[in-house]
């Protein structure tokens, strides 16, 4: 394995990633799959270098946050599928920013698709299949013992601190930050870091010039071939990377 890697006891799998202990007692190790889903994990396939593509872009915007101040539980990128990463305790919560008006945002509100939002919204929804992940506010978020209400601002001002960043850098390479969903973990000393995964599965992305071209999981949300959605996720790989694929 790449650089001696050493995988410990799985912890814990999920739709497109494995989490495994690691030798260091506070880091644990994340190996991305080659799955790709969508529908709560209703519709499901595998494209094979899919969890290449994907760690790596990943382990790329995780340099960009951390480069601008957000805290992370980034550390190393080992290729092809692996990320060295803090242990933290993960948040059951996806946290959403919504920059430009899209996808169910379009079912749930009076908004018009490819309305800009500004500011841009935060939204948080309880990480459930069962229960299609259920919108929360703060209350709720405090009832379920999740965040009190200081801990729901910190974890705002913290997704629109990775916005930012992220905005800036997507546009650097002519694409446009739709919206994106980041999932967020307390440290050892219950700090937030932005932890999981950020790429293509995680982001809606839309080509600057090129109306209609998207960059992201929408194409497979929409029923495009698995040779189609590669081709989107190579093409978002080579525009951040700056660089041919390495199989």
Not at 159 to 166: E, G
Not at 194 to 200: Q, T
Not at 209 to 216: A, L, N, P, R, Y
Request: aromatic share 8%.
């Amino acid at each position: 394995m790449t650089e001696n890697l050493v995988l410990g006891k799985k912890i814990a799998e999920g739709k497109t990633k494995i989490v495994y202990e690691s030798t260091n007692a506070n880091e644990v190790i994340l190996e991305f799959k080659d799955d790709i889903t969508a529908g709560d994990g209703l519709k499901h396939d595998v494209i094979p270098g899919k969890g290449y593509l994907n760690c790596a872009i990943s382990a790329k915007l995780f340099e960009v946050l951390e480069s601008a101040g957000v805290p992370t539980h980034f550390i190393k990128y080992i290729p092809p599928n692996y990320l060295i990463v803090r242990k933290v305790t993960m948040l059951p919560v996806e946290i959403v920013c919504r920059n430009i008006a899209a996808g169910h945002l379009l079912q749930r509100f009076p908004v018009k698709a490819g309305d800009p939002l500004n500011p841009p919204l935060v939204e948080f929804f309880l990480k459930d299949d069962e229960l299609h992940d259920p919108m929360l506010n703060d209350m709720h978020m405090a009832y379920l013992k999740l965040a009190n209400r200081d801990e729901c601002d910190e974890i705002r001002k913290i997704t629109l601190q990775v916005n930012d960043a992220l905005k800036e850098f997507f546009a650097s390479k002519g694409i446009i930050l739709v919206d994106f969903k980041i999932e967020v973990g307390r440290d050892g000393s219950g700090r937030f870091l932005v932890s999981d995964e950020i790429n293509g599965d995680s982001c809606r992305l839309w080509a600057e010039t090129e109306k209609g071209k998207i960059f992201d999981k929408d194409v497979y949300r929409k029923g495009g071939s698995l040779e189609e959605v590669k081709n989107v996720y190579v093409t978002l790989y080579k525009k951040l990377i700056g660089q041919e694929p390495k199989y």
